[in-house]
């Protein structure tokens, strides 16, 4: 029997848990899912340290976006137009939308290849089904149910931890490299390295976790927590339990990822994911039919819960730099262009996919682009978490901007180190 005492405090963490969970449960797309795949194939077990080093740096810099949405009840881009120079704008916007439009190809691209292997049948035709789905649900699902639908659609990561449960490994070895670091300075272990960085620090969740607290303000009727202090202690505690949970959530499953395709198809010499058929089909001979279906069944829920998210962010950003109304709780004839910046980068995102480009390979390189793009997206964030006029007394304190600029500084040496190793 279950003590009262646990329930209320199981009810009590579930209560924390909303943007920072969606958030770190979207960073692992079909993009995220597809890098894994590539890295855990091509490089086995020696990256997986990777996942236990970023965890702080992601933590911080996402609780950073946070608390950012929540205390000023402005997203980033709107912090950036009020508070720097107006050429910056146009740079930052620019770099979110076009990474995520190539994202969101890439991500309803593997989603509708994933399904093909469950059920055969046009590709481009499901692309475009997944593509009006995410479309329909962001526009026309009252804003607290599709936040609970969110927050439901995380469970679809579990499908990689059951993965991982079923796939037969070398525990000692795996466990050896997630806490002893490897590093090579080949050109394809740092692409690896970037790529991995890139999908799990990505500039999309930077906007969308603040862009999520400041909706979570207006459902509830409060104000910024700038001009609410006395509710600032106990928001910013959620916040850093929501975020640290929702990016070990995060971690935890990539980490899933690559340790299962290091386990069989990197074990047994397949070095090399050219499509999503393929990254499925291969854990078949080697982990089982269980083991195939859950990992097509989860680059189709997690896809479910990134396009969105993907679209989203980039709606926001655009919509708070060019001062139009924004937000999931507004209506349709409210928020006439966030809804239509909604639907023209998923339908941007699709149309890259009769370009004919390789899904799985769009990931990895789309993993790769977020890698060199954050820097500069990471230094302005840290820029307005420190900034006074923005934040006013509740700026961030000094452990917490160590570790978002060594989050930016780490983002920023593998990106140098890719384009000149």
């Known amino acids: 029997m279950t003590e009262p005492g646990s329930e209320a405090d199981t009810r009590s963490l579930l209560a924390k848990l909303g943007p920072g969970l969606v958030t770190g449960a979207a960073d692992d797309d079909p993009s995220g899912i597809g890098t894994y795949s590539q890295v855990g194939a091509q490089f086995g077990h020696a990256l997986t340290w990777t996942m236990l080093f970023s965890y702080p740096l992601m933590a911080a810099i996402q609780a950073i976006c946070a608390r950012i949405g929540a205390t000023t009840g402005r997203g980033i881009a709107d912090n950036v137009r009020r508070h720097y120079p107006r050429w910056l704008l146009p740079g930052v916007i620019g770099l979110l939308v076009v990474a995520n439009v190539i994202n969101l190809g890439a991500d309803l691209g593997a989603m509708a290849a994933a399904l093909h292997l469950l059920l055969p049948g046009p590709v481009l035709l499901y692309t475009l089904a997944f593509a009006l789905v995410s479309v329909a649900a962001e526009v026309f699902v009252p804003y607290a149910r599709y936040a609970g639908l969110l927050k439901w659609t995380t469970l679809s990561l579990f499908a990689y931890i059951a993965v991982l449960i079923v796939t037969p490994l070398d525990w000692g070895d795996a466990l050896y490299h997630i806490v002893v670091p490897t590093l090579r300075f080949d050109h394809a272990f740092i692409s690896g390295l970037v790529a991995l960085l890139g999908t799990t620090i990505s500039p999309y969740l930077f906007f969308w976790q603040a862009g999520q607290e400041v909706e979570e303000q207006r459902r509830r009727g409060s104000r910024p ?85 993907l679209a989203g962010s980039a709606a926001y950003a655009l919509s708070e730099a060019l001062r139009w109304k924004e937000g999931l709780d507004r209506s349709p004839q409210d928020a006439r262009a966030f809804y239509l910046a909604i639907a023209l980068a998923t339908f941007a995102g699709l149309g890259i996919n009769l370009l004919g480009i390789n899904p799985m390979r769009a990931l990895y390189w789309t993993a790769v682009i977020n890698g060199l793009l954050a820097p500069p997206l990471m230094v302005v964030t840290m820029l307005i978490a420190r900034n006074p006029r923005a934040m006013g007394h509740l700026v961030i304190p000094l452990p917490l901007a160590a570790l978002g600029w060594l989050a930016t500084a780490a983002m920023t040496a593998v990106a140098v180190l890719f384009l000149f190793a």
């Open 225 to 309: 927590l700038h001009d609410a202090p006395r509710r600032a202690g106990p928001e910013l505690r959620r916040i850093r339990t929501d975020t640290l949970v929702g990016m070990g959530f995060s971690n935890f499953t990539a980490l899933a990822i690559i340790i299962a395709t290091a386990a069989t198809l990197n074990a047994h010499g397949i070095t090399e994911i050219t499509s999503a058929d393929q990254a499925a089909m291969a854990l078949r001979p080697f982990a089982g039919e269980f083991a195939f279906a859950l990992f097509a069944l989860g680059i189709i829920g997690t896809g479910l819960l990134a396009v969105p998210v």
